[in-house]
């Protein structure tokens, strides 16, 4: 396993269409994260599953954003409507105990 | 409201020498803290961690010092090298395994 794998690296839209990323975790994982990280800030948390459940969703999550863990092995995110603002790098991430291990993240640029 | 802070934006050491990473937070349900190591284009690469129960985490040049009355944690490395040179995020959980809180990283320079 090379750790978490995240598909595509990069992707350019036009604003309002609809865009998906999909993120592989580490196998043995039952924990997978969604980050969202724009210039000069931190990660900021947007959901997360363990296994096929997804247990939280962060306030930032608007009702264009979707979050899928089918049968508790990849995820998919999806934004409906894309706007300007939703231009940002979209890291996936995964854990067994404490450690969160990141993918290389989608870079979403929205035009 | 940052629940995580990192307030100098960057650092600038010389190679051999050691560098001093901050971090403070604000949130006294935090019982758990990472270092991540960012280069560009690329996703955060876990460094070290500590528990709230300890005060002290060593990983070879890395070490995480955690003071819970200040709320405050440092990272360590020594001796610096180039290859350091990246953004450092702090993060806290206030459970083990789950979501994380970040800062908003440190740029660390090593000059040669």
Not at chain 1, 15 to 26: A, E, L, M
Not at chain 2, 51 to 67: A, C, Q, W, Y
């Amino acid at each position: 396993d090379t750790g978490v794998s995240q598909d595509p690296r990069h992707k350019i839209t036009k604003r309002g269409q609809n865009v998906t990323f999909r993120c592989d975790p580490i196998s043995e994982h039952n924990r997978l994260y969604w980050y969202r990280q724009t210039l000069g800030q931190g990660p900021e948390f947007l959901t997360y599953f363990q296994n096929e459940a997804q247990l939280e969703k962060s306030r930032l999550l608007s009702d264009r954003f979707s979050a899928e863990r089918p049968k508790g092995s990849f995820s998919t995110l999806e934004i409906q409507r894309t706007e300007q603002g939703d231009s940002a790098m979209y890291l996936c991430a995964s854990s067994h105990d404490a450690e969160a291990f990141f993918g290389q993240g989608t870079r979403l640029t929205v035009v | 409201d940052q629940q995580v802070k990192q307030n100098s934006p960057s650092l600038s050491v010389q190679e051999g020498r050691i560098s001093i990473l901050n971090c403070d937070y604000t949130n006294s349900m935090f019982d758990y803290f990472l270092w991540y190591k960012k280069y560009p284009a690329e996703g955060p690469t876990f460094l070290i961690s500590i528990s709230s129960i300890k005060d002290k985490n060593e990983d070879g040049r890395f070490t995480v010092f955690l003071n819970k009355s200040a709320k405050h944690l440092s990272l360590h490395i020594v001796p610096s090298q180039p290859g350091d040179s990246a953004v450092y995020f702090c993060a806290a959980s206030a459970l083990a395994n789950s979501k994380l809180t970040f800062g908003k990283g440190i740029t660390l320079s090593v000059r040669p």
